[in-house]
């Protein structure tokens, strides 16, 4: 046994951890950094939600909590959260289910594996820029061939104005996020799979355990602490998405897809109201954290 | 003897007028002025598309040569020029030189600080020379509050084309006069309009449709257009509350949304490309959009592998002209030339605005499709060159100044890019399939909000000034 390993089990603490001095210098300037760069524009925010800085008035005077009054009545606010939220709650299930599905499948060695996972893979390292302005060409009612598959099924012509009628663009950007974002589950869930413990797996099929009972009993309790980050971080993307839903229809029509994250664009930096966007993002930051926190205390990732 | 005498007093004549001319010429003294900045860059904003191509393929070269001064493009959507710009004015970065103004949104931008004065400029390099030859339209444009902050470089004003071997046909206006008692002509009601295109689709449809729109992108433009056609009025002055969720809102927006049933399928995605392609190929009847389509249509000055993608035109000669429904075309956006204040060579900024601005230089850019700049100088209209680019040139030019002069301004309040944003997303929502009354009120509740935030009394007094305008409601 080394003389610092022996350090560290000595103390439960690491080697460079031994004085408490010495461990305070050494981690002084990252502490310092991230205050910088992750607490104050937060406290900043903090400051301008207080004030009415807009594009018209950039002197800023305070204005108490009338940012937030305003906010708490305005429709068009807890319209864009319900949306956003309606997104969230019916494309993560979707992602996970079959990119998990999808990981499932490929778990096994199956002809020209590698060269699928690729492809399965390709979506999700397109930006979503980019991927927001293909299925807008994808979705188009005239040379797009999603609605020429369509009419091949109808048996006659179909014009989905998928962009444009309200009822349809909803669909247009579940499908554009979904098609996107599941390979990204399925590569975490993949990688998963491949360390959940064979001999585990071996007993349970000697013991006669059928597959939804190894599944459910032994892959997805050893999958869940990965699975719940890849859920988490999904999660969090979905409550802010924004590439997508600009490109296919920046909101409309009307408001009818404006989600959060495209409100707080619209009112910061096309209206410029300045303090106004600020009391959103800091309401939005603190039920955000809070929301996180939960949940990584569930997964006991914070251990 | 004699011929000689005649000779020389020509020769001495012309010497003697030739420097006077020079002076007086806004594009060549911008050239001669701006050659002492040789060697430097600046960076302009043009609305990405069409209206980039100009800078880049022409003028921006052309520039360069002219006086060394190498002109960077910055392209960026329409609807992203007034915020990206105030952006870049409270950043401070000074990454714009040359910005482009829509007028509506002028007194925003000066509130903002996000444009310089020119006066002083328009005075010292000579602009000012040749402002009388300003359409008094559009001249009204460049100044807030007494002062000058840019120089016209595109006059609009909505036209509508129609196709005339159609509208001319002895079938059709039989066939029209019996259906709907009138005679078959270019729309002077927006209910005209509906009727053609419904008469003329029943006819032609799959090839052809009646008539199409511009459903997409600056839909505020046409709504405006309407709803005053109808009587409407923005805001009832004495308390500032929108009245755009009136009867003639209502009117209007319906009118809008009732027209699409009669035009190709998938018309409520059209843009002004879609529409424009589609009226070169001779797949609709009818459109009213921007002037660069009597260019486009007639195939005049398209020499370039950049604008392949648009159909070569079937119609040439066979378009006519006409003022819009109702007789008060919308002034829809135009642009100004401006300078930013964080410019670092706003000299060399100004002569190029100057230069684009000027009698010389201007006339050849509206002679072109691309760039989509418009006749905005008395010049322009009246100008040989122009009125024989082709056969229907004159009429063309003559319907651009009739209908300027007869037009309806944008609206220009305090934060006017709200009022627009709003009312744009109303139109789309309807088109969209929702109710034109929720629409509306949707938009008057927006409207009421962005009131509230400005103050009633502050806006009530910048609207009493645009409403005093003559082309704010013409009556």
Known sequence: ?303 | MLKRLFITAAFLGLAASTPALAEDDAGAAAIAAAKQYSGSSITVVAEAGLQSLLDSQYSGPEWEQLTGIKVNVVELPNEEIYPKTILEKQAGTGGYDVVLISPALLADMVNNGAVEPLDDYVKKYGADKELDDINPAFRDWMSYNGKTYGLVVDGDVLVTYYRKDLFEDPENQKGFKEKYGYDLAAPKTYKEFGDIACFLTEKYQPAMYGAGVINTGYTHFFFSERFRAHGGKFFDEATMKAAVNSEAGLKALTEMVEQNKCMSPGIETWGFAENLSALNAGEIAMTISWPPLGRWTQGVNIDDKALSWVPKTVVADKIGYAINPGGHPQLASGFLSGVSPDSKNKDAAYLYAQWMHSKSQSLKNVMRPVGLRDPFRISHYESPEYQNLWGGAKAYLKVLQDGAAAGYADLSVIDTFKYQDSMSRAVIAAIGGEDPQTALNTMAAEWDQITETVGADKQREAYKVWAAKPSAYRE
Do not use: C
């Open chain 1, 1 to 303: 046994m080394t003389a610092v390993s022996s350090t560290y089990i000595k103390t439960g603490r690491p080697f460079w951890a031994g004085r408490r001095g010495t461990g305070l210098a050494f981690v002084a300037p990252a502490v310092f950094i991230m205050l910088l760069v992750g607490l104050f524009p937060f406290l900043w925010s903090v400051a301008v939600s207080f004030q009415d800085l807009a594009g018209s008035n950039q002197t800023g005077n305070w204005i108490g909590l009338a940012n937030y009054k305003k906010l708490f009545a305005d429709a068009r606010v807890w319209a864009a959260l319900g949306r956003t939220l309606l997104l969230l709650a019916v494309a993560l299930p979707l992602e996970l289910i079959l990119g998990l599905l999808l990981a499932l499948h490929f778990q096994s060695d199956r002809p020209l594996k590698r060269l699928f996972v690729a492809l399965i893979v390709l979506p999700a390292v397109v930006s979503p820029m980019v991927a927001g302005s293909m299925w807008r060409l994808m979705l188009d009612h005239k040379f797009g061939p999603f609605n020429q598959i369509i009419a091949w099924f109808a048996g006659e012509a179909v014009v989905l104005l998928w962009v444009i009628k309200a009822h349809l663009a909803f669909w247009a950007i579940l499908i554009t996020e979904v098609w996107q974002w599941t390979p990204f589950m399925f590569i975490i869930l993949l990688a998963a799979l491949a360390n959940v413990e064979r001999e585990q797996l071996e007993a349970a099929e000697i013991d006669g355990a059928g597959r939804f009972r190894v599944f459910f009993r032994i892959v997805l309790p050893a999958i869940a602490p990965v699975l719940g980050i890849a859920v988490l971080i999904r999660a969090l993307d979905l409550f802010r998405i924004f590439d997508a839903v600009w490109q296919l229809t920046r909101g409309g029509p009307g408001n009818k897809t404006e989600t959060v994250s495209i409100f707080m664009y619209i009112r910061g930096f096309q209206s410029f109201e300045t303090s106004y966007t600020a009391a959103l993002v800091v309401i939005l930051l603190i039920v955000l954290s809070v929301a996180v926190t939960l949940a990584l205390k569930r997964m006991e990732i914070t251990r």
